[in-house]
């Protein structure tokens, strides 16, 4: 079986940083775009940032642009998501996903394995 794990959650002062990884068990995220979403109780999932498989293309929501930075490490099987100058607008439960076809977008449709994921939560 295919499986996402995240990590790296937690509680953080606004200002502050967190790092999210993103690991698989049961298959090589080397060959799938890997996109982090976010959702907060009553909104849609929203895509956040994404890495293609050969880490040379990424994309961003404007609203982490210049904040956020996605990166992989293809040879441990992990994705990370760096957040720095972190508001309480970035609150929510974190989600990596992975897409076998490879594509660059943040469409949540395109992405067929989700982890269960953890939970940031920015608060003075």
């Known amino acids: 079986q295919l499986h996402l794990v995240e ?15 993103c690991s698989a068990s049961g298959f090589t995220l080397a060959y799938y775009t890997i996109g982090w979403f976010r959702q907060v109780p009553g909104k849609e999932r929203e895509g956040v940032s994404l890495i293609i498989s050969t880490g040379t293309g990424t994309k961003y929501a404007d609203s982490v ?9 293809n040879a441990k099987n992990i994705v990370y998501l760096e957040m720095n100058s972190l508001t309480p607008e970035d609150t929510g439960v974190y989600y990596c996903a992975a897409d076998h076809e490879s594509r660059l977008g943040l469409n949540r449709d395109w ?10 939560t920015v608060s003075a």
């Open 7 to 21: 990590s790296g959650g937690g509680l953080v002062q606004p200002g502050g940083s967190l790092k999210l990884s």
């Open 65 to 73: 642009m210049g904040r956020f930075t996605i990166s992989r490490d």
């Open 111 to 120: 992405y067929q394995y989700w982890g269960q994921g953890t939970q940031v």
